[in-house]
């Protein structure tokens, strides 16, 4: 019988996470200051992030201590489970092994719990009160929400309308865990309003829900901001995603030929691709295979600029694919992938051909999520349904050729049965963005 499940004994639990940025072949671009154009260091970030987190978000150090606090709180579901997906194996007929890490297992149910706890416990070890988040498809506030409880603090989250809308029990998970959660836009905020008198019907997206988070941040002195993908120090805390996978499949004597995850802001992966860019980089024989929404293409179709992180343009200048921080992508289901950026280490990773990218279309997504669940027996929630259909490509296009594959099933669709339920009903549609679009979209970057 094929062994499924390949779990770690508790004394290999992983205590350092992996920083790729000591290993970028051409490095990293710093971080402009949009008032100066000149690097911005961590002094002038302090008013919106805790030093503990910037310390890591400027560092060049390839391996970074986990706090003990942390570690315990993990324990509730780390090391989460490698398994091998041979049902799914089974009904495509492929010689492939495809293996996946399911971070479903964790208290918010997806990836993000992992830097959430890493930022609440930061926080909190400077006498932060209060954070203010944003969030997309309301893993991250789930997430932060859940964190922030456990240290003590408060917590406000700004969710992009659309999945506001879409995501309800998303809202009831927050409002269990003690955050309090309003729509974005909303009128709590500058931004918010300015878009609501303009768009009273819009979307939302999350570079204006970042927009009011920022606000929020900088209106008191008691609250810190807090970030679910994109920057350094978020991908850094993902990390333990892949490192854990690599002992898993160690315990077996396996090697993945090809590593994918979906791409949104880049953390979850950053999370398990990140660890494999050494052996890469010692000429291993791996791919590392980034999957975004055809109707945010960021990687596939963006533009390699500086570009803000937010519609009010409050945030440094990053250095990353983008499709322009005023970028108001389509109402897919997958909204943790509606970013207009790439995180800068992912961006430097395609840069430097460390990885490539594809970009899916919502219906085959939704279907390859469909075949995996009546196989596997997860429902994936819609982001990781893109790293299904990707890697079920993968492993039917040469059917007989014997490889192995390692995808990151990032959280379970529970939360999500409404937008599978438009699917079966036929109410969902394919989003293709035009390259006209982009180009508007992109017309207004920073001019550097």
Request: proline letters at 8%; one cysteine or more; a negative charge.
């Amino acid at each position: 019988m094929k062994q499924k499940h390949i779990l770690l004994p508790p004394d290999q639990q992983v205590k350092s996470w992996y920083n790729v940025v000591a290993d970028l072949p051409g490095g990293l671009a710093p971080p402009l200051d949009p008032a100066t154009g000149q690097p911005m260091g961590p002094d002038k970030m302090g008013a919106i992030f805790p030093m503990g987190l910037l310390e890591q978000e400027m560092s060049q150090q390839r391996w970074i201590d986990i706090p003990r606090e942390i570690l315990e709180i993990w324990q509730i579901w780390r090391p989460s489970p490698l398994i091998r997906a041979t049902f799914l194996e089974e009904a495509l007929g492929t010689k492939a092994k495809i293996y996946y890490k399911y971070e479903g297992v964790s208290p918010s149910g997806s990836h993000k719990t992992n830097s959430a706890v890493a930022q609440a416990y930061y926080n909190k070890q400077e006498g932060v009160k209060r954070l203010a988040t944003e969030t997309g498809a309301g893993q991250w506030g789930c997430a932060l929400s859940f964190a922030a409880h456990k240290f003590g603090l408060d917590c406000k989250v700004y969710m992009v309308r659309v999945s506001y809308d879409q995501k309800p029990y998303r809202k009831v998970m927050m409002n269990t865990y003690g955050a309090e959660i309003v729509a974005s836009p909303s009128p709590d905020t500058p931004t918010g309003r300015e878009v609501l008198a303009k768009t009273p019907d819009t979307p939302g997206s999350l570079g204006i829900a970042i927009s009011e988070a920022l606000e929020d941040t900088v209106s008191r002195d008691d609250t810190k901001y807090a970030l679910g993908s994109v920057l350094n120090h978020v991908c850094l805390h993902q990390t333990v995603i892949g490192l854990e996978a690599k002992q898993q499949l160690a315990l077996v004597g396996d090697y993945p030929d090809v590593v994918i995850g979906c791409c949104g802001g880049g953390s979850n992966f950053a999370g398990l691709a990140a660890p494999f860019v050494p052996d890469k980089l010692e000429g291993k024989n791996i791919r590392l295979l980034g999957v975004e929404p055809a109707s945010c293409p960021t990687l596939t179709k963006g533009s390699f600029a500086y570009d803000f992180g937010d519609l009010s343009q409050r945030t440094p200048l990053l250095y990353m694919y983008t499709l322009g921080h005023d970028f108001i992508p389509p109402g897919i289901h997958a909204g943790g992938l509606r970013y207009h950026g790439m995180a800068p280490v992912i961006s430097a990773l395609m840069r430097e051909k460390l990885m490539e990218a594809t970009a899916l279309q919502q219906l085959e997504c939704f279907e390859a999520g469909t075949l995996f669940a009546r196989t596997e027996g997860i429902i994936p929630a819609p982001e990781s349904c893109h790293a299904v259909r990707a890697a079920i490509i993968e492993a039917t296009r040469e059917p007989d050729k014997p490889q192995t594959i390692l995808f990151n099933l990032s959280g379970h669709g529970l939360l999500d049965l409404a937008s599978y339920e438009k699917y079966f009903a036929g109410e969902l549609v394919n989003y293709e963005m035009p390259d006209e679009a982009i180009a508007e979209a992109t017309k207004n970057l920073p001019k550097l």
